[in-house]
């Protein structure tokens, strides 16, 4: 049993900048960051996997970067120059196993562990 602890979230002006940070209680392989506007479906943000691998979603490139701590199991996600449409609940995601394709790592489907969330809103 894996739970996740998702923290960090609040308010910021459109630009501004948040870090959100997801620890993990138990042993991961795969962590990932999801998130949820109101009336919107739930969207993969950023993955990590110990295997090196990181995605991202195109609408969060180059302005999210997504680390891990591996000493204490904690997720961070880094978000700069945010826009209002960054507004929605964020979600730590959490698999064990390895086997997952890259293309398939943004998709909440896969993934069994949740953390409770964290609220970002961006303002304009």
């Known amino acids: 049993q894996v739970q996740l602890q998702e923290s960090g979230g609040g308010s910021v002006q459109s630009g501004g900048s948040l870090r959100l940070s997801c620890a993990a209680s138990?042993?991961?392989?795969?962590m990932a960051w999801f998130r949820q506007a109101q009336g919107k479906e739930r969207e993969g943000v950023a993955a990590?996997?110990?295997?090196?691998?990181?995605e991202y979603a195109e609408s969060v490139k180059g302005r999210f970067t997504i680390s891990h701590d591996n000493v204490n199991n904690t997720m961070y996600l880094q978000m700069n120059s945010l826009k209002p449409e960054d507004t929605a609940m964020y979600y730590c995601?959490?698999?064990?196993?390895?086997?997952?394709?890259?293309?398939?790592?943004?998709?909440?489907?896969?993934?069994?562990?949740w953390g409770q969330g964290t609220r970002v809103t961006v303002s304009s």
């Open positions: 990590f996997g110990k295997d090196g691998n990181i």
């Open positions: 995601a959490a698999r064990r196993d390895s086997a997952l394709a890259y293309s398939l790592r943004l998709k909440q489907i896969y993934y069994i562990y």
């Open positions: 138990g042993s991961t392989y795969l």
